[in-house]
T-cell receptor, first 114, second 111 residues
């Protein structure tokens, strides 16, 4: 039981390049989330998926797109990376949405955009 | 006012000391409250949920004060291994209730 896994662990991009961050969970959770964490800003929600087949914007969605590929997988895409997107990205999942349950986090992806 | 606010610290305390952190929230309709622990360069992990009547887990005690809209975390008999950043998380009221995280309070336990 791996919990929540993320790939890659580290990535360096040049401005304008694109990439997809992958996330998968093996806990049969319905809800999945993408956060970014920056110094002094805490965890900020980018997008979430309350259940398979649905996605919604969070607090900071601009510059990102997501795909809930199936119940297990939730990917985050940067179409044209910008230096402001340098951050640590965490994927999380919970059994149900609604913010009433524990969220389980992946180990994170450290992204540097030059 | 931010939705969730924490003192960033750092709180530097000697081993064996008792330390307490507070976390204030702005939405009076919030219903669920959590404390997460985050070690340096790691992901957040749930430390404990916070229940209305308060709850304890070993050396850790969490309390909720709805009237003043804050939650607290008390750590007794601090260990070196308690050194970490402690994030509070609060869900919003109405509609799909997403969780908002505080920026975290850093604790450093000193030998």
């Amino acid at each position: 039981n791996a919990g929540v896994t993320q790939t890659p662990k580290f990535q360096v991009l040049k401005t304008g390049q694109s990439m997809t961050l992958q996330c998968a969970q093996d806990m049969n959770h319905n809800s999945m989330y993408w956060y970014r964490q920056d110094p002094g800003m805490g965890l900020r929600l980018i997008y979430y998926s309350a259940s398979e087949g649905t996605t919604d914007k969070g607090e900071v969605p601009n510059g990102y797109n997501v795909s809930r590929l199936n119940k297990r997988e939730f990917s985050l895409r940067l179409e044209s990376a910008a230096p402001s997107q340098t951050s640590v990205y965490f994927c999380a999942s919970s059994q149900q949405g609604g913010g009433q349950e524990t969220q389980y986090f992946g180990p994170g992806t450290r992204l540097l955009v030059l | 006012r931010k939705e969730v606010e924490q003192d960033p610290g750092p709180f530097n305390v000697p081993e064996g000391a008792t330390v307490a952190f507070n976390c204030t929230y702005s939405n009076s309709a919030s219903q669920s409250f959590f404390w997460y622990r985050q070690d340096c360069r790691k992901e957040p992990k749930l430390l404990m949920s916070v229940y209305s009547s308060g709850n304890e887990d070993g050396r850790f005690t969490a309390q909720l004060n709805r009237a003043s809209q804050y939650i607290s975390l008390l750590i007794r008999d601090s260990k070196l291994s308690d050194s970490a950043t402690y994030l509070c998380a609060v869900n919003g009221g109405g509609g799909y209730q997403k969780v908002t995280f505080g920026t975290g309070t850093k604790l450093q336990v000193i030998p």
